[in-house]
């Protein structure tokens, strides 16, 4: 009898334990993460994340909420979507998107698009203000030095078959405050192949875009293999739009080229330089120490100098 009752002194204390249930073991979803699972994305374009990494992407260019980020020609909005409800309130969103004035049918049809688009769900949409950005004549994408982050996805070998990748980058340079960061994702071409000026294959090598950068003022900071596909071998038929979701060939070898996904992408990020004070000019000799100097006072050509 004693042994009995032992053995049921001993049981009950593991039948008491209370095991968390598998809702509390599930970690809550961050801010972000809720807006790209929310109701508000189709699945169409929920679908295309496998492919775009709206969050790694996101978090590699260091986007906060509490940010002013300017998105460069937004197409349809597909990460408007995102950015829009994700800095609606404790943040800005300027959509740099096409001039209301062109008359080409592309231009006319995909701002329309995007603007019944915010339109339709101003509890998302309200706060975004669309600016201009139609080079050369427009090109004040947002108030100059306003912005900590200048992103655009899959735009710059449009701006090269214009001959608009030095003016827009320029634009993006000047829009950016000092430490600003401009994130790029881009069809990655071949780096072994002398890059088509013109870009008629959609696909623009790293160390173009790293090159129109740096002309514009930027450096470098740093790159991801976020978005690559090693599946693509960048040689089709009807460049990148031969493969999704695109598919320009229609249903010719349809299959071969759903297989391959959408195109492999660089994604890369640069930095607005600080304005260099007098005190990184001078040697640490002179001054003893960088933190005892004295430069409250200098003189405006000196702040100029590059």
């Known amino acids: 009898m004693k042994k009995i009752l032992l053995a049921l002194?001993?049981?009950?204390?593991?039948?008491?334990?209370?095991?968390?249930?598998?809702?509390?073991?599930?970690?809550?979803?961050?801010?972000?993460?809720?807006?790209?699972?929310?109701?508000?994305?189709?699945?169409?374009?929920?679908?295309?994340d496998q492919f775009r990494h709206p969050e790694q992407t996101l978090a590699f260019f260091d986007v906060k909420e509490d940010m002013t980020v300017v998105e460069v020609w937004p197409g349809k909005g597909w990460y408007t979507e995102i950015l829009a409800p994700y800095l609606r309130d404790k943040g800005k969103l300027y959509a740099a998107h096409f001039s209301p004035d062109n008359q080409e049918t592309y231009f006319k049809d995909s701002l329309k698009a995007y603007l019944d688009k915010l339109h339709k769900q101003p509890k998302l949409y309200d706060k975004v203000e669309v600016t201009v950005l139609q080079p050369p004549k427009e090109v004040q994408i947002a108030p100059d030095g306003s912005a900590d982050r200048v992103l655009t996805f899959r735009n710059a070998?449009?701006?090269?078959?214009?001959?608009?990748?030095?003016?827009?980058?320029?634009?993006?340079?000047?829009?950016?405050?000092?430490?600003?960061?401009?994130?790029?994702?881009?069809?990655?071409?071949?780096?072994?192949?002398?890059?088509?000026p013109k870009a008629i294959s959609?696909?623009?090598?790293?160390?173009?875009?790293?090159a129109l950068a740096r002309n514009a003022g930027f450096e470098f900071l740093a790159k991801s293999e976020i978005n690559a596909n090693p599946k693509d071998t960048k040689n089709y038929p009807e460049g990148v739009w031969t493969l999704p979701p695109t598919l320009k060939l229609k249903d010719k070898d349809k299959e071969k080229y759903l297989a391959i996904g959408e195109s492999d992408r660089m994604t890369i990020k640069f930095i607005k330089p600080q304005q260099k004070s007098l005190a990184s000019?001078?040697?640490?000799?002179?001054?003893?120490?960088?933190?005892?100097?004295?430069?409250?006072?200098?003189?405006?050509?000196?702040?100029?100098?590059?």
Not at 26 to 42: D, E, Y
Not at 298 to 304: F, L, Q, R
Request: proline share 5%; aromatic share 8%.
């Open 281 to 306: 000019f001078l040697p640490s000799q002179l001054l003893g120490s960088l933190e005892r100097a004295n430069l409250s006072v200098i003189p405006a050509v000196i702040h100029n100098s590059k």
């Open 9 to 48: 002194l001993v049981a009950i204390p593991f039948y008491c334990i209370s095991f968390p249930s598998a809702a509390a073991d599930k970690p809550k979803l961050t801010a972000l993460q809720q807006i790209i699972n929310g109701k508000h994305r189709s699945e169409e374009n929920k679908r295309r």
């Open 157 to 196: 070998h449009n701006w090269m078959n214009h001959d608009q990748a030095a003016a827009v980058f320029s634009a993006m340079f000047k829009a950016l405050k000092p430490g600003g960061i401009l994130g790029i994702v881009e069809h990655r071409g071949a780096s072994i192949k002398q890059q088509d």
């Open 202 to 210: 959609g696909y623009v090598s790293e160390d173009y875009i790293i």
